[in-house]
């Protein structure tokens, strides 16, 4: 009888949009969980992501080193992008992600320091420090208005100490467990308590990196990685049991430093030939997907794997240790890492997939994904947003600017013709690389480097061609002068769109991009 019901209410489209729905509408929502991994780049996984010309996967050897097999299963299940961007660091991706927004106009643009305002010497005063709060418009507080349970496991990083973002529940999350301030914690070992001692208290300041709600597991023998799992288990049992869809930001600490090792999967990395830091981010790694498996297999006890939705993303390029010259071996073959503006600070996996696929499910059919495919076409932190109220038949409010693009059409084996191909990365802060802007668009990149100090040993401009240099070898400013002025217009119009703030020089005049009138 149930199913004649449904197919009665898919019959009317009225029933199905905006925030009113009924008992039986409640159930064809599907749940979400986004699976979200700290300072996990592209190619911190055995599952290959960058593709020959044809589209293929082409296995690098940091695959063969990394033992992600449930990224594997996902994927087999979904489909993956090989050109998936993020900001370069933390803050301003997870801000982008709830709200659909650049960094550029939300002004959140570099990862926030929970105690101090760290806009770098020549940053923007006014940039975003406070990040999130209850005014903000979030994927997870329209969710929450359509009558889904919102869960919040692991890291928040939204807001410094004492601002609203501190605490997730103010921005449309009905539990939070271990979210706050902080963007890492101390330490990752139960038996010393993840790092939250009070005899680090000095005076009236709080301890440093307290991550909550985790007092169960001190002095045991639970791995940070795995303590947040058990939770989000929990979560998923009681949702389960109120009958009410959930969405469930699955925020893992790992693999962002410190870089402690996890015992259970030590054995498999040592005598390889890597230093011990390397061994340990590498336990790091396969925790987190030994944690992807194991809300898997909940899905699946709980009998909900059908109707979940999983988005398995990270948040910047990555931070693995590796290497004499780790600038370029984290990310090999791609450039750069962690707070970069090459391609391996950008660059981060995602993958989309049901938990259980299987087409004739009404739920599913909303949302047809391709499985086991690549999708080479750019995607961006920005498109989770219209995803995510796509899918779940949720409509954006008329006034939140949307940046991102809905990925239906790309996640069904399609390559969108409408939606432009680009990602604008602006950081006018300091950082490994400072005081820039890249701008992705189609085969074509150009970074812009405005030297508050003018250090002329920054170039101003550089240019590559992806496609033909996808490892950004090649620096093209020079000898392609039309390409970057086309690319420098085209990146100064969508910082304008979006409100950019720049930084300044030493006398305080703002810093704006210029045309190139020479290259040198």
């Keep these: ?32 969980i986004v699976f979200l991994v700290d300072d996990m780049g592209l190619m911190d996984t055995s599952l290959p992501f960058i593709t020959d010309s044809e589209g293929s996967p082409i296995k690098q050897s940091l695959n063969s080193w990394y033992h992600t097999p449930n990224m594997e299963i ?30 550029t106009r939300h002004h959140t643009t570099t990862w926030i320091n929970p105690t101090k305002n760290n806009r770098g010497q020549f940053g923007p005063k006014q940039w975003n420090w406070q990040g999130m709060d209850g005014s903000s418009i ?13 869960i919040h496991i692991g890291k928040g990083h939204f ?26 914690p101390k330490s990752y070992y139960g038996q010393n308590h993840y790092g939250n001692h009070p005899k680090y208290k000095q005076g009236n300041k709080p301890v440093t990196h307290n991550i909550p709600h985790l007092e169960n597991y001190y002095d045991k023998d639970v791995f940070l990685t795995e303590a947040l799992t058990i939770e989000a288990k929990k979560q998923m049992i009681q949702a389960t049991s109120e009958q009410k869809p959930f969405m469930l930001y699955m925020s893992h600490y790992a693999v962002h430093a410190p870089f402690n090792r996890d015992p259970r999967f030590a054995k498999r990395y040592q005598n390889r030939g ?15 997907d030994k944690s992807l498996g194991d809300i898997t297999a909940k899905l699946t006890e709980l009998g909900i794997a059908e109707n979940t939705l999983i988005l398995f993303l990270g948040d910047n390029g990555g931070d693995a240790p590796l290497g004499n010259n780790d600038a370029i071996a984290s990310a090999a073959p791609l450039k750069g890492r962690k707070g970069t503006s090459w391609e391996g600070g950008m660059r981060a ?41 796509s899918v779940a038949s949720v409509k954006t409010p008329k006034s939140q600017i949307i940046d991102g693009v809905n990925l239906t059409e790309q996640l069904s084996g399609q390559i969108n013709t409408k939606r432009e191909n680009s990602f604008l990365m602006h950081f006018p802060h300091d950082h490994r690389h400072s005081y820039f802007t890249s701008y992705r668009l189609d085969d074509w990149k150009v970074i812009y480097h405005y030297n508050p100090e003018h250090k002329k040993k920054i170039k101003r401009y ?41 930084p300044m020089d030493k006398q305080g005049k703002t810093l704006k991009p210029l045309l190139p009138v020479n290259t040198i």
């Design 274 to 288: 890597k230093t011990d830091k390397a061994q340990a981010y590498a336990t790091l790694v396969e925790g987190m």
């Design 74 to 103: 996902l994927a087999k299940k979904g489909t993956r992008f090989s050109n998936f961007y993020a900001q370069s660091v933390c803050s301003p991706t997870r801000a982008s992600l709830l709200t659909g927004q650049n960094a």
């Design 349 to 389: 996996p995602l993958i989309a997939a049901w938990a259980k696929p299987n087409s004739n499910n009404i739920i599913q059919q909303r949302l047809p994904i391709a499985q086991n495919k690549i999708n080479t076409q750019i995607a961006t932190v920005l498109d989770i947003f219209p995803t995510i109220l």
């Design 1 to 32: 009888m149930k199913i004649i019901i449904v197919f009665i209410l898919l019959a009317i489209p009225s029933l199905q949009i905006g925030f009113v729905y009924s008992a039986v509408s409640i159930e064809l929502q599907p749940n979400i």
């Design 462 to 502: 550089q240019l590559y061609n992806l496609r033909k240099d996808p490892t950004e070898s090649q620096d093209l400013a020079t000898t392609q002068p039309k390409k970057l002025t086309e690319m420098m217009k085209k990146m100064m119009v969508d910082l304008q769109k979006q409100n950019a703030q720049y």
């Design 138 to 150: 979030t994927f997870p507080q329209l969710l929450k208005d359509a009558g889904y349970k919102t």
């Design 159 to 184: 807001g410094p100490l004492n601002s609203e973002g501190a605490e997730p529940k103010n921005i449309g999350f009905d539990v939070n467990i271990a979210g706050a301030a902080w963007g890492r």
